[in-house]
């Protein structure tokens, strides 16, 4: 790299530096009219090229300066000053580096400033060192100012509202969270008297310092807005206090058109009994529809149920019935456990649709109303007892459309993470729906004449030119959750209806599911599942040199998922679709997991802890995924890409690890031996697990597979840009097994908490009878110091072709058994 001189640094930022100081004094002097008695508190902004390491040490040494936030920033464009002297055009990569102040801090750092130009080479004191690597890499500073507060997406969305007519505009506002309960206290107090200059009033908050979030529902009236809009806004714009404007977080439930019903089948006889292992948060069901009496455990604990109309309980209706039956045109096994069900939506009473929308409240915080759900299960609320501590799984399937993953992880997403690994839970997020209207590069009334084969090409090349559009809703960009996109597959049997065209392969993308890249380019979604088909219809209208689709979701008839609705006059099942669907299915798929692990666990308690039942779940949940026939369709569709490695990137952007094959990870056959370990491990530690090799594929010349998942939950630094605290890894024994990768690149599934490894090979291998394969667990800290152990859980499958007369499993059964018990 090149870096610029001191002399150079002097030039560009000594007048920036004696801005950071005017600034200061002119604050302090306007607060000596108000609140004499404070000291200014700013927000600094370091942004820095490359990497700087120790440096929260270094900011805690000075007294008055806290630290708030480190972030990354990718892609930056290099310059004179910064550049890559081998390639001089490669982009660059950096940190913001956002560090709260007070003016004996700030002359502090400017000491420090002028001791590095007068002598870059000198020492700084001992723990002081870091700070002459951040002048060095310093390529602007700055203080948090109103252009860092409002966002496009906040501008956008006041104008809408504006627009509409809106008396009153309600909005989130995102404050620094500090440290110390009084700075965060002196933070309410101000904003309080600020926005109640503007006419307008604080409706709730929340602080959950634990993910450095202090958020506030604020309700303006449209005049405040407008100022908050002019080229002279008010202080609350300036405050200091702020860190983020924001659209009101609102998770909705898609809407469907009434197209009638379809008439319910026989109730199932299988009875429910024992405690409940999955939690649903979403809209009420109808716990009395015929497909699911018996099997719900209804928790309302604000008393919605009685202004929720039956008629309106139709998202969480079917995301219960998918949980509980699955589609009700496959072959419905019901599950034999209840679901607890929590409300959070319920209809919006400004909707003009009928039935109305499912929404949660817009007078609730969405961060508070979530985390008091959870809290409520594990722990209880008020006097009431934990409501259902013996959860192990909860389903979101709902996401926040004016949330799209960017880079910065969301309040929502930093809750899950937070909440998942202090109470050892797995939550299962949908990917977000994505908007599927598709422009195809064929003229107008052409479609119907085009082959098959030529449609879904087409259709594949819309849906890649519009990837932009279609990026993960927020909670999906969690990383210790299981992010679940869809599939375009169900078992329905739709008819035939002009001007309805099924542009996509069964069983291969969807036209609506959100795609990847997560945080720090991580691989998500983790999976996909059917989240049931859906048709296009042609737009006479636009350009005649292309054709314009729009999907048809907004419908009751098939093809989709069929589910349980509330009763209209044909009957009480329809047909949806939607990444929320393929998320219950996978909830479905970790109960029925769950019936796996109490069944080896009656065997062996002391081997199989409870306190790891949510990663082994969620290695069980992605242990059966793979790509399958959905690599070749996407890159068939992108002949372009030619790098392997880009082209293992790209397919993960849009089906993760793939088609999750839950069954095939819960059973084994005689051609393959799933094997399971779980453990805790703190920084530098490692396990060590051993697999025998069966002898019979010894000198053997046949295609072998080698499949392994590591899961964990990781504690979470949300100062720090890495945020994930625990790195934890397995390296495969390639050569031990005589295989390769197959599906995803090893760089990338390493980002997460889920690692997820297919190898294959057909090499003769020659070994003796005893040989075993060494699976290697290993953990290190990635965000700052790790002092708590983190649990994880690794499944490995050994297997050859079904059919070839080779007992691989009683092999590796038989040699396991002798150093644990083994369940058939």
Known sequence: MHWPSADRQRERLGPKFAELQSAFDARRIQ?????????????????????????????KRIPGLEWLLEADELDIEADDDF??????????????????????????????????????????ERGFGSWMDVFKHLRDVRFWGAKDRLGQDIIDYWHDHLAFGDDAIRFEIEAWCFAAQEKNQRAAAELTRLIGSLGGRILRSALITEIAYHGFLVELPADGVRQLLSDSPPELVLSDRVMFFRPRGQAIAPAAEDAGRHPAGAPPSRTVSGVPVVALLDGLPLQNHPMLAGRLTIDDPDGWETTYPAEERIHGTAMASLIAMGELDGPKLPLGRPIYVRPIMRPDPTSFRTPRTETTPSDTLLIELVHRAVRRIFEGEGDAPAAAPTVRVINLSVGVLQRPFDTALSPWARLLDWLSYRYRVLFVVSAGNASANLTLETPRESLSSLPVEERQRLAMQAVFADSMRRRLLAPAEAINVITVGAVHADASTP???????????????SPYSAIGHGFRRGIKPDVVLPGGRALHKENYSGSQEVTQVSLVSATTAPPGHRVAVPPGADGSEAYSRGTSNATALASRGAAQAFDVIEALRSGHPQLLSDRFD???????????ADWGDLERQILDARLDIADRRKQQDFVARFVGYGLADIDRALTCTEQRATLIGVGELKHDEALEFRAPLPPCISAQTIKRRLTITLA???????????????????????????????????????RGTLQHEVLEGQDALAFVDGKEVVFKVNCSKDAGTLSDSVPFALCVSLEVAEGLPLPIYQEIRDRVSVRVGVQP
């Open 495 to 509: 008819r035939t209806i002009p001007n309805r065209f099924d542009l996509f392969p069964h069983s291969g993308v």
């Open 712 to 750: 964990w939950l990781t504690p979470v630094n949300v100062r720090n840009s890495k945020y994930r605290s625990a790195r934890l890894w397995i390296d495969p024994p390639k050569d031990a097994y005589g295989v390769s990768r197959a599906n995803c690149e090893w760089r990338h599934v390493r």
């Open 614 to 624: 949510a990663v082994l779940l969620k290695a069980l949940l992605a242990h059966g």
């Open 83 to 124: 550049f890559d002297t081998q390639r001089d055009e490669k982009s660059l990569t950096g940190s913001l580096f956002l560090l709260g102040t007070n003016r004996q801090a700030l002359a502090e750092i400017v000491s420090l400033w002028r001791n590095y130009l007068d002598d870059p080479s000198t020492k700084f």
């Open 31 to 59: 607060l000596l009219a108000t609140t004499p008695q404070d000291d200014p508190e700013l927000v600094v902004v370091f942004e820095t090229i490359g990497s700087i390491s120790s440096f929260v040490g270094a900011v």
